[in-house]
């Protein structure tokens, strides 16, 4: 077990410092002023493989053409298609999308459920998207796992080899109780500004923290 691993007050200076990280320099979009669930599930699904720019530029639109599941369940797949264009794989996104928003009127009436089992039995939603539909739409203190914060608990931590779950259930343990947006936030754009695949160490408010800082946070 290395050192980060069995010190608590460590974990804790962590996240205490993402989070004031986070405070000073996160970065803003409107998905993230999102609250309804139908919303974040659907932004989440549009920023998967693309870049925040692109989705940006649709999402506006894209809402007040169809502001929930049953307009977006009865739309023609082309409405849908012209509506992310720009995106990439439109075609099969905007089917994929008309799956998701008729699955949720099919099984939920229409909303989308606060339960882990049934996002993703949804159709199209895997353990990312739901967790972060528990965490941004629902306010729960559900870690986020997926290639940027594997590489920032990488080097930060050692933890490689984990499994997704295993990296879940370490960072669930860390989230300061009723901040998981923030964390989670914090932790996207932390991967993303500083800790990102050629990190900036002189400018990382971890260093000092950090085993990875010296070697240039080499994996
Ligand atoms: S010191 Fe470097 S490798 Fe370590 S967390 Fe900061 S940016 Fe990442």
Redesign the pocket.
Known sequence: MGEWEGSEGKREEFAQRLVSWFSANGRDFPWRRERDPFRVLVAEKLLQQTTYGHVLKAYGAFFEKFPDARALAAAEVSDIEAAIRGLGFQRQRARQLKELACSLVAEHGGAVPSDKGALLRLSGVGEYVASAVLCFAFGMDEPIVDINVRR?VG??FGWRGLKDNEIAERLRQMIPPGRGREFNWALIDFSAL??SRR???RK?P??DL?P??EA??AT
């Open positions: 920032v080097r930060l500083v800790c990190p900036k160490c990382c971890l260093s950090c990875s800082a240039g946070g």
